[in-house]
């Protein structure tokens, strides 16, 4: 079943993907996240494509030009040190954020 993205979740997935794989193309990096999540995130090139914009605005990657293994041109998205950092610091936040969560969870029960 699809799932929808928690606002100010998908960067993180993205630099996650970049530390973890390496430089990547759009669809190499949303093939990794449907396939990580076991289908249950397809995202679609009106999600996708907005999220690298913004992150490469950040300077939390670098894009570069080149050739998939298709032979097709692509950009390929690479993290940058600030990339790093800003992974690590919204790793922390997500963290504290899920702990929150389920605090309050663990509340109701």
């Known amino acids: 079943m699809p ?4 606002q100010g979740t ?9 530390a973890t794989m390496g430089p990547q193309h759009a669809y190499g ?3 990794r996240l449907q396939q990580v999540s076991d289908d249950a995130l397809n995202l679609n090139q009106g999600t996708i494509y907005p999220a690298l ?7 939390w990657t670098q894009g570069s030009w080149g050739r998939t293994e298709n032979g097709r041109e692509a950009k390929y998205y690479t993290l940058t040190k ?7 610091e919204e790793t922390e936040r997500w963290r504290q954020m ?5 605090k309050l969870l663990a509340e109701e029960q």
Not at 10 to 18: F, N, P, Q, W
């Open 3 to 6: 799932i929808q993205i928690l």
């Open 10 to 18: 998908l960067d993180l997935m993205i630099l996650r993907t970049l």
């Open 82 to 88: 600030a990339g790093l950092k800003a992974l690590d």
């Open 53 to 59: 914009i913004r992150i490469e605005q950040h300077g």
């Open 29 to 31: 990096i949303a093939s």
């Open 98 to 102: 899920a702990g929150v969560v389920e």
